[in-house]
């Protein structure tokens, strides 16, 4: 909804059209059986057209994401003739989360005056998705259910609460609550796409890769002209080794939307397996391109430079995501191989005592830094880091 009256909103602003409400078109659609399919055929324009005495159609697909992002295919189709007239796909971040706390607030106070209606519970529980609080969603979305339990959006969101639960403990039980739910949507909306599409991601993680594929590939049937079905489908065929595969159905996403960088970053992992470094090294560099901010690019990029035995290169791409996220490990970790390859066993102690800083209870890194201070001459130093690193593999 708030997409719709975004839209809506824009065009308006653009003062040369005369634009009919929503709620309208809904009528509409309703009388045609057309309503949420997003599957205009020509004969189906026309009629609209027809009874909304308008020239021009918005229509399309609106996908939910993981990560808290929406996919939005739309098609401007000539209502006499049933003809596309232009094309666009974006993807948008979930930025409206103000307003939902602010709605919270006013539930809560109307329902200590009232019973809560499915409806209510249903927004309440989208809500405290949005800002992270999952438990209180899929309780919002239960007692929804509970009044209403023939709403196919309220399965689909739920599932989508504990595919993220799993993502935060990695608990098989909340990849089946998902995957029961995701399956309940569909039984109730045959032509689910965005429960396809994420049920397919559920099964992958459990390593389901057949009816991982078939869903993915139904979602593909779907909506053909959205990369998403044929990007997670090869991220299933890269799971699975199958890189020729993967690089089909990555350039094909690319093809129809050349602006999102995780379908090149798809695309370089398909060609790292296939160890075509060339080619993985100029997806990461256009993913780059697309999205300097992400520090994951830059890492992978470090990786492939590394098989390559580029290390300077793998240390430069490293230094640039340890910047752009000082916080995590992967980037010092990544780098002080590529320094200890080098022989470089000064700036390597350095790396050390950053990951030991950020994950102290981690043995590993204590022996490790233990065999670069051996290497600098400083066995001191080194047999105070072995006998750390032992006293914590042995719980003391």
Do not use: C
């Not at 799971?239 to 798809?266: H, M, R, T, W």
């Amino acid at each position: 909804s708030v997409v719709s009256e975004r839209l809506t909103t824009e065009l308006v602003k653009i003062g040369s059209h005369k634009v009919v409400e929503r709620r309208e078109i809904d009528k509409v659609l309703s009388e045609l059986r057309l309503q949420g399919s997003g599957a205009i055929d020509p004969e189906a324009a026309k009629k609209i057209g027809k009874l909304l005495s308008v020239d021009l159609i918005i229509v399309g697909t609106l996908t939910e994401l993981p990560g808290g992002s929406l996919e939005i295919n739309a098609r401007a189709v000539g209502a006499g003739s049933g003809e596309i007239l232009g094309a666009v796909a974006s993807r948008v971040k979930k930025d409206w989360l103000g307003r939902y706390k602010a709605f919270i607030r006013e539930e809560n106070e109307k329902e200590k005056a009232r019973a809560g209606s499915a409806e209510a519970f249903y927004k309440k529980g989208v809500a405290y998705s949005d800002l992270g609080e999952f438990d209180n969603a899929i309780g919002s979305f239960g007692l929804a259910l509970s009044l209403d339990p023939s709403r196919r959006e309220t399965y689909f969101a739920r599932g989508m609460a504990y595919i993220e639960k799993f993502k935060a403990d990695m608990d098989a039980e909340h990849l089946a609550k998902a995957r029961a739910d995701l399956s309940r949507a569909i039984e109730l909306e045959p032509e689910y796409l965005s429960a396809y599409l994420n049920r397919g991601l559920v099964y992958a993680a459990g390593k389901e890769y057949g009816p991982a594929i078939e869903d993915l590939s139904k979602a593909v049937a779907l909506s053909p002209g959205s990369g998403s079905g044929y990007s997670y489908r090869g991220h299933v065929y890269n799971e699975k080794k199958e890189y020729q595969k993967a690089v089909a159905d990555l350039s094909k996403a690319i093809s129809l939307e050349p602006g999102i960088a995780s379908y090149y970053f798809g695309r370089a992992a398909a060609y790292d397996g296939k160890k075509e470094y060339d080619k993985a090294i100029a997806d990461l560099s256009k993913a780059i391109d697309i999205d300097p901010a992400d520090g994951g690019y830059y890492l992978n990029r470090g990786n492939v430079y590394s098989e390559m035995g580029s290390w300077d290169k793998a240390i430069a791409d490293f230094s640039t995501a340890i910047g752009l996220e000082p916080g995590t490990v992967y980037g010092y970790v990544n780098r002080v191989h590529a320094y200890e390859k080098k022989g470089m066993y000064g700036k390597a102690v350095e790396d050390y005592n950053s990951i030991i800083a950020i994950d102290p209870e981690n043995p590993d890194m204590y022996f490790d830094r233990a065999a670069a201070y051996k290497e600098l001459g400083e066995a001191r130093k080194a047999a105070a880091d072995i006998k750390k690193a032992e006293k914590l593999r042995s719980g003391e």
